[in-house]
């Protein structure tokens, strides 16, 4: 970004930006938010503000690592996340960690901590390894099909079993029918409109679309208290899956989550670590096949493994970790970190921030600046591996004291069926033509869900992450 450009912001007391959006913006900022945000950091530099809704005037963002770095270092008494920062996501509820700040947030943090520490988080690879040849199976041969709609099926079946915990049965199929319904409307543009414009969020029945989507909230909370209410009857210590590790967990004064808490960090869990695993999955294996020669030197590592090797191992590989990083830095699944709202006077990049100000690090402009990514629009995993980037300059899953507690866990997840899908099936994509990015509700994804055609088993399946 250039040198004169900051010069130029940092000499106002605020930063600069747009004060209210025209049609043809609004427009923009649903259907094409990074052109949006490109021409915005071209006018008014690393850090601008924009509208920032019905509820608040103007809302400021930074592509700036300083900035970042100062935003993530700086003390939540000070500069905090949660629903007073504008977080509004109705499905999740009001005790979960995303709309939490002050002290219920970091209890609540420290209670799902363990849950997703490595050992306990890397016991669950034979579960997605399985689930992913399941998945997989039903492939049908020189078929198109949509990838992103197949790696949705991966990774809601590993919450399903890994985060719910829920066996096979009545209540496993009916979750599973009404989540689906809820997490892929018909109509996502609609959807979209409604989560950016609370104006639009009006009951009407159940045949209107926000009517509809109430509907179908009560209907998941009835089955996820059904089954809450079950396993406190039932409670069994041994079982390993994070619903029963988050209702064992208790904080320094003894108390454990209440059903309303576990409730809304399920809910939590599945739309933050369902759509945006999927997405990103179907997003590197886009990549692989648009350039064939990532494809195949990630292969060729794949290969290499020895027969018998833990699948805890291919979190080790560093091409594969390469490809995975180059994927969230070209299209971060988010476009931004969770938005800080200034409790008390603070000062980032020189602007002098009072209370009621709100500030938020702009994952997709700091993955694009050419300073640190040169050709940022190219996809080289090879950067990676060249050089390694501090978290305020590569923030795919936020930072400070917001950064994605289930970081881990889809890292893990995306590595793990990244390597069994390539190495039992040879793929092409349906079309030559580019995939761009569009916006489905608040993430990033792939044009067209990633078509793709299966071409057959590979003649020679790496014995490891082989069914067996």
Same mark, same amino acid.
């Given at each position: 970004?250039?040198?004169?450009?900051?010069?130029?912001?940092?000499?106002?007391?605020?930063?600069?930006?747009?004060?209210?959006?025209?049609?043809?913006?609004?427009?923009?900022?649903?259907?094409?938010?990074?052109?949006?945000?490109?021409?915005?950091?071209?006018?008014?530099?690393?850090?601008?503000?924009?509208?920032?809704?019905?509820?608040?005037?103007?809302?400021?963002?930074?592509?700036?690592?300083?900035?970042?770095?100062?935003?993530?270092?700086?003390?939540?008494?000070?500069?905090?996340?949660?629903?007073?920062?504008?977080?509004?996501?109705?499905?999740?509820?009001?005790?979960?960690?995303?709309?939490?700040?002050?002290?219920?947030?970091?209890?609540?943090?420290?209670?799902?901590?363990?849950?997703?520490?490595?050992?306990?988080?890397?016991?669950?690879?034979?579960?997605?390894?399985?689930?992913?040849?399941?998945?997989?199976?039903?492939?049908?041969?020189?078929?198109?099909?949509?990838?992103?709609?197949?790696?949705?099926?991966?990774?809601?079946?590993?919450?399903?079993?890994?985060?719910?915990?829920?066996?096979?049965?009545?209540?496993?199929?009916?979750?599973?029918?009404?989540?689906?319904?809820? +997490?892929?409307?018909?109509?996502?543009? #609609?959807?979209?409109?409604?989560? %950016?414009? $609370? @104006?639009?969020?009006?009951?009407?029945? !159940?045949?209107?679309?926000?009517?509809?989507?109430?509907?179908?909230?009560?209907?998941?909370?009835?089955?996820?208290?059904?089954?809450?209410?079950?396993?406190?009857?039932?409670?069994?210590?041994?079982?390993?899956?994070?619903?029963?590790?988050?209702?064992?967990?208790?904080?320094?004064?003894?108390?454990?989550?209440?059903?309303?808490?576990?409730?809304?960090?399920?809910?939590?869990?599945?739309?933050?670590?369902?759509?945006?695993?999927?997405?990103?999955?179907?997003?590197?294996?886009?990549?692989?096949?648009?350039?064939?020669?990532?494809?195949?030197?990630?292969?060729?590592?794949?290969?290499?493994?020895?027969?018998?090797?833990?699948?805890?191992?291919?979190?080790? +590989?560093?091409?594969?970790?390469?490809? #995975?990083?180059?994927?969230?830095? %070209?299209? $971060? @699944?988010?476009?931004?970190?969770?938005? !800080?709202?200034?409790?008390?006077?603070?000062?980032?990049?020189?602007?002098?921030?009072?209370?009621?100000?709100?500030?938020?690090?702009?994952?997709?402009?700091?993955?694009?600046?050419?300073?640190?990514?040169?050709?940022?629009?190219?996809?080289?995993?090879?950067?990676?591996?060249?050089?390694?980037?501090?978290?305020?300059?590569?923030?795919?899953?936020?930072?400070?004291?917001?950064?994605?507690?289930?970081?881990?866990?889809?890292?893990?997840?995306?590595?793990?069926?990244?390597?069994?899908?390539?190495?039992?099936?040879?793929?092409?994509?349906?079309?030559?033509?580019?995939?761009?990015?569009?916006?489905?509700?608040?993430?990033?994804?792939?044009?067209?869900?990633?078509?793709?055609?299966?071409?057959?088993?590979?003649?020679?399946?790496?014995?490891?992450?082989?069914?067996?």
């Amino acid at each position: 970004m250039s040198q004169y450009r900051s010069a130029i912001a940092m000499s106002a007391k605020q930063p600069q930006g747009v004060q209210s959006f025209s049609w043809r913006q609004k427009i923009q900022w649903v259907r094409q938010p990074m052109d949006l945000l490109e021409t915005l950091t071209g006018q008014y530099g690393d850090t601008f503000s924009m509208p920032g809704g019905s509820k608040r005037a103007s809302m400021i963002f930074t592509s700036d690592p300083q900035g970042i770095r100062e935003i993530f270092a700086t003390d939540s008494n000070c500069l905090d996340s949660g629903r007073a920062a504008g977080v509004q996501l109705p499905l999740l509820g009001p005790n979960s960690l995303i709309a939490l700040d002050g002290e219920r947030h970091k209890r609540q943090r420290k209670l799902l901590m363990p849950p997703f520490h490595g050992e306990r988080m890397r016991s669950y690879g034979e579960l997605i390894r399985e689930i992913t040849h399941q998945v997989t199976g039903e492939w049908a041969i020189d078929s198109p099909f949509s990838m992103r709609e197949a790696m949705q099926a991966i990774s809601f079946r590993v919450i399903l079993k890994a985060v719910f915990g829920i066996a096979d049965g009545p209540r496993y199929d009916r979750l599973k029918a009404v989540l689906m319904a809820r +997490l892929n409307p018909r109509r996502p543009l #609609v959807t979209t409109l409604m989560l %950016m414009f $609370p @104006v639009l969020q009006k009951d009407w029945g !159940r045949w209107s679309p926000w009517g509809r989507m109430m509907e179908q909230q009560r209907q998941i909370d009835e089955l996820l208290y059904a089954e809450i209410s079950d396993r406190r009857a039932n409670f069994d210590p041994s079982r390993t899956d994070i619903l029963s590790l988050m209702m064992a967990a208790q904080d320094e004064n003894g108390e454990a989550m209440s059903d309303e808490e576990l409730r809304d960090e399920l809910i939590t869990l599945l739309v933050a670590g369902h759509e945006t695993t999927a997405t990103a999955l179907a997003w590197a294996l886009y990549w692989v096949h648009h350039q064939p020669e990532v494809g195949e030197k990630l292969r060729r590592e794949l290969d290499g493994l020895a027969e018998k090797t833990d699948p805890n191992e291919i979190l080790k +590989l560093p091409y594969l970790n390469a490809v #995975v990083q180059e994927t969230l830095r %070209m299209y $971060p @699944v988010v476009m931004f970190a969770l938005p !800080r709202l200034v409790k008390a006077p603070v000062q980032i990049l020189g602007y002098d921030l009072e209370p009621g100000s709100v500030i938020s690090p702009c994952i997709y402009l700091t993955h694009h600046r050419s300073d640190l990514y040169p050709e940022p629009k190219e996809f080289r995993p090879e950067r990676f591996l060249e050089k390694q980037f501090l978290q305020s300059e590569y923030l795919p899953f936020g930072g400070g004291n917001r950064r994605c507690i289930g970081l881990a866990f889809a890292l893990f997840e995306m590595k793990l069926v990244l390597a069994t899908v390539l190495s039992n099936w040879e793929m092409e994509l349906a079309s030559s033509q580019p995939i761009k990015p569009v916006r489905r509700g608040l993430l990033i994804a792939p044009e067209n869900g990633v078509p793709m055609v299966v071409k057959g088993k590979r003649t020679q399946p790496q014995p490891v992450l082989e069914r067996s």
